[in-house]
C-alpha cells in the first residue's frame, strides 16, 4: 500500500497542511478545530468511562445520559464533559434526521403493522442494550426480508423501513411535521439536546435524499433545506452550538449547506463498503475526498470513523487520515463501546 503523502499525490490530493479555523469563529468552532481525538459511542454507554477517556470530543446518544444514577441530564452531560486533567472536552449529541428509529420515544407500535416474518426479531424482543441508533443484533429469520410498511395509523411522513438497518423508517423529511418532531418547540428533539447543555449535534441520515431522487428532484435541496433551517434554529438558542454532519458528503457541493455546518464525519471513508476490512474502490474514495478536502480548505474539520479490528489495516488507514489532517477513530462497527488507544 501506497502511505502518506505519496498516497496523496497518487490519489490526485493536495495534502492539507495546516487547517485553519474559518474567520471569525465562535469559542466551540475553535475547539472543534482543535480536536484531535475523538470517540463515538451509541450504546451501552457508561458515563463514568467516557469521563476517564482521553477524548477531545465524544459523540453519545442523549437518551444513554437521561436518569443515570437519577440525575439530570444536564448534570450527566455536564460530568462527561470533564476530561480526567481537568479540562473540558466537546460532547455532541446524536440525531437522525433522515430516519425515524422505533426505539425512540416519540415512536408508536400502531405505526406499522405487524409482519409475522419479522415479529421475533424487533423492537419489544430486542433488549435495549443492543439498540444501537438502527444498529441491531441480526435476528435469525426463515422467511426472506422484507420492508415493513406504515399502517393506515401511521403520520404521513413516515416511509418504509431501512432493509440495512432494522428498526429504523425512512421519512418525509421535508414534512414540516417531521421537522416539528425534530426542533421548533419544547419537546421536540433538538430542542431538549439544547436544553441538556450539549455543545453540539452529530447529524446523521443526511444520505437519505438519495432514496427519494428518484421519485422527488428536489430530494437534495430540501436536505440542505433542512439542515440550514435546523442550524440557524439551533444557533438562535445557544450562539456556540455546533452542527457536525455525518456522511452524504456530496452535499458540501451546496453553499448553503458548507455555511450551515461546523464539521463534516465520514464513515467508511477508506475500508468497509464492499465488506468488512475492505478496500473502498479508489474512485469512491477520491470522490469523497472531492467534497471532505472542499470543507477542510473552508477551515472545517473532517473526522472519519473506520471500523476495522486489524491492527496492521488500522495503522495503515491512520497514516493516510493523518496525512490528510482528518481526525480518525476505529471503532466496533455496533458502536457500543468506546476504543481509547493511542
Known sequence: MVSGGAWLMHAGVEPERNPSTRPGATASQVALAEVRRWGYQLANLDPRVAMGSSFDLLVVDPDALKGWRNRTQEVAVDMVRRRPDGGRRLVLAY??????????????????????????????????????????????????????????????????????????????????????????????????????GFDGVYLDGADAHAAFRGERASAESEMVDLIERLAIYARGQNPEFLIVMQNAEELIAHGRLRDAIDGVAKEDLLFGIAGPSTANDPADVTSSLHYLTKLQREGRPVLVVEYLDNPALAADARRRLDALGFVSYFAPRELNRLVDAD
Do not use: C, M
Open 95 to 196: 440525531l437522525s434526521i433522515g430516519e425515524a428509529e422505533s426505539y425512540r420515544g416519540y415512536w408508536s407500535k400502531a405505526w406499522v403493522a405487524p409482519d409475522i416474518r419479522t415479529a421475533t426479531a424487533r423492537d419489544a424482543h430486542v433488549p435495549t442494550a443492543t439498540r444501537i441508533a438502527g444498529r441491531f443484533a441480526e435476528p435469525k429469520i426463515t422467511a426472506p426480508r422484507v420492508p415493513r410498511r406504515p399502517s393506515a395509523a401511521a403520520p404521513s411522513w413516515l416511509a418504509d423501513e431501512n432493509l440495512r438497518w432494522q428498526g429504523n423508517f425512512r421519512v418525509r423529511y421535508w414534512d414540516r411535521d417531521w421537522q416539528r418532531l425534530l426542533f421548533g418547540n419544547p419537546q421536540a428533539l433538538l430542542d431538549e439536546i439544547v436544553a441538556a
